[in-house]
């Protein structure tokens, strides 16, 4: 499986800027614009509401030179753009997605982040020569003078292995995976975009199971949203999307998101707000899902989306 990455374990560039690389790939296409060399920060963060660019684009690593910014529209509009723009998310935590065969977005595999509080509760257990604290489906540990945590739905030895085969190079964490499972993406905990569309149920014709709420799109760098869908024991299955698993769960969510791993590291997803989430409502979002155009970078700017400044916090 290809491994994806956001710049690291290799040190940041300095001086010379490098060209970003992004990947989105859904429904079964493959969507790949060529675009300018961009900083991973914005020193001055523009005033909240602004329409200003500048925002990492989605699925941003540094080489080689091609930059994606994309969506996912519904239906012959292209709803409201919305990019929520984290411009400190490259400089926060880091997460390691690791998958076992077979796994997909939130199945079988886990989540490796650094740095992490520490924890507050917990049954004590041993990741090498450190005193780490299980709790749930996650192990905490110190690390590199923090602590880092590892969250996924494998067995607890795994899950441990993983654990003392992690190492922090240049700030963020480092996986040398055990034999059967995979590094598929490093990327920040917290996407640095989130290229969101929004439309009315009523709009879309889908008020009856949805009710008479919103319904959007969101397309983002998974990290954080992979490892809040082994945090939450609301999640389900959904119907495969082009031969790829989906998974039903409040994460991004106003009553529920129906997403899947558009490329190894970014999600894609659609979610309303307004109904309960019933079997009924998994339907219509996924009619949509497999209905839903992939828009082009010229595409998205036509959108003109608002850039709302904020911390994409995962959840």
């Not at 296409?29 to 961009?38: H, I, Q, T």
Request: charge should be neutral; aromatic fraction near 4%; hydrophobic fraction near 40%.
């Amino acid at each position: 499986m290809e491994i994806i990455s956001f710049g690291g374990p290799e040190p940041r560039p300095t001086g010379r800027r490098r060209p970003v690389v992004g990947l989105l790939v859904v429904a079964g296409l493959v969507l790949a614009v060529a675009g300018e060399p961009r900083t991973a920060v914005v020193a001055s963060p523009r005033p909240a509401g602004s329409t200003a660019p500048g925002c990492v684009p989605v699925g941003w690593a540094q080489s080689p030179s091609i930059t994606l910014i994309a969506g996912l529209a519904l239906g012959d509009e292209p709803g409201q753009g919305l990019d929520r723009c984290d411009r400190a998310a490259v400089d926060g935590p880091w997460s390691v997605i690791v998958r076992a065969p077979g796994g997909s977005l939130g199945r079988h595999g886990a989540v490796v982040t650094f740095p992490v509080e520490a924890p507050r509760t917990g049954r004590p257990v041993g990741v090498g020569r450190e005193r780490g604290s299980a709790a749930g489906r996650a192990i905490t540990w110190p690390l590199a003078k923090h602590h880092a945590r590892v969250r996924g739905d494998l067995a607890e030895a795994d899950l441990i292995a993983l654990a003392t085969r992690t190492r922090i190079v240049d700030g963020r964490p480092v996986v040398d995976p055990p034999a059967g499972l995979t590094v598929v993406a490093s990327v920040p905990l917290r996407p640095p975009t989130v290229h969101e569309l929004r439309y009315g149920a009523a709009d879309l014709g889908e008020q009856g199971e949805l009710g008479g709420g919103l319904v959007y799109t969101g397309v983002s760098a998974g990290g954080g949203f992979e490892d809040q869908l082994y945090a939450t024991v609301e999640t389900q299955d959904g119907p495969p999307l082009a031969g790829r698993p989906t998974v039903v769960s409040p994460v991004s969510g106003g009553n529920a998101t129906l997403a899947w791993e558009a490329a190894p590291g970014v999600v894609a997803y659609v979610g309303y707000s307004g109904a309960q989430l019933d079997p009924g409502a998994i339907t219509p979002l996924h009619r949509l899902a497999t209905a839903a155009r992939v828009l082009s970078g010229s595409d998205w700017q036509a959108t003109t989306p608002t850039t709302a400044d904020q911390l994409n916090e995962p959840g």
